[in-house]
């Protein structure tokens, strides 16, 4: 699968310059253990905002087989990164207070971290590496989750447009607030029926108490300077055209 990846080329574009990089695609594993902390150290402070990125984690774990990562190197350089994690605690922390808690942990993957260095932002690698990262999941772990802070929303775009939805929003590394994403691998959801919620990013409030209900947030829409999520009603796509003649609405189940 990857090596289809490493035989073709990218050409990226650093921030503000037209001349093109060459890069490719790869696997990371422990002989990349430098590399990775170091592009997680300049993101994290470059970000300089716990409440947008936190670098907690368990990356050495990951590398070294609980989880995978998979990285863009350009002309030889670690420019953007993406680990998955099943690392128990690090999971069952996550999904703490959610419907999901109940449900097998061995059955989830989390996508841990996702960044890209400020000089080669705007080339599409946050949504390129999130849809590659797909075929490497291990057949059992049928869910991936993940946590986006609700003051990301150019990181949660980019996650709603590969099939995630927002099916939680809860405080996380010492007190952060972030949404739960989910996706099913084998059964994806669908949305059955919109509902006339569109909530601004700043009322997290009203994200819980629709979240509570059993909505699930798809698509962000801007009015201006504003950023809302929209929300409907999710259900399974095996289920999808009955419940278009019937009532299954159902939050994931």
Not at 215 to 226: F, H, K, S, W
Not at 229 to 246: E, M, Q
Request: glycine share 8%; proline share 3%.
């Amino acid at each position: 699968m990857l090596s289809n990846h490493e035989n073709k080329l990218l050409i990226l574009h650093r921030h503000g310059d037209r001349r093109p990089v060459p890069a490719r695609l790869c696997r990371l594993d422990m002989s990349d253990y430098d590399d990775v902390m170091a592009l997680n150290a300049r993101v994290y402070n470059e970000v300089a905002d716990e409440d947008i990125y936190v670098s907690d984690n368990s990356i050495e774990r990951n590398l070294s087989g609980e989880g995978f990562a998979l990285g863009v190197r350009a002309a030889g350089v670690l420019v953007a990164m993406c680990i998955f994690s099943w690392v128990m605690e690090d999971m069952a922390k996550v999904l703490e207070g959610t419907y999901l808690e109940d449900w097998p942990l061995e059955s989830f993957a989390m996508r841990d971290i996702v960044v890209v260095d400020r000089d080669y932002r705007g080339n599409g690698l946050h949504r390129m590496l999130i849809e590659a990262s797909g075929s490497f999941v291990p057949s059992r772990r049928k869910y991936v989750i993940s946590t986006v802070s609700p003051r990301n929303w150019a990181s949660l775009k980019n996650v709603l447009a590969e099939g995630y939805y927002v099916v939680a929003c809860k405080k996380l590394y010492g007190g952060h607030n972030r949404f739960i994403t989910w996706q099913d691998l084998d059964d994806p959801m669908v949305i059955s029926r919109h509902l006339p919620l569109k909530i601004s990013a700043k009322d997290l409030d009203c994200h819980r108490q629709a979240l509570a209900m059993g909505a699930v947030g798809y698509e962000l829409e801007r009015r201006g300077d504003e950023v809302f999520l929209r929300y409907g009603k999710g259900v399974r796509r095996s289920k999808a055209i009955p419940s278009l003649f019937g009532d299954e609405d159902s939050q994931a189940g």
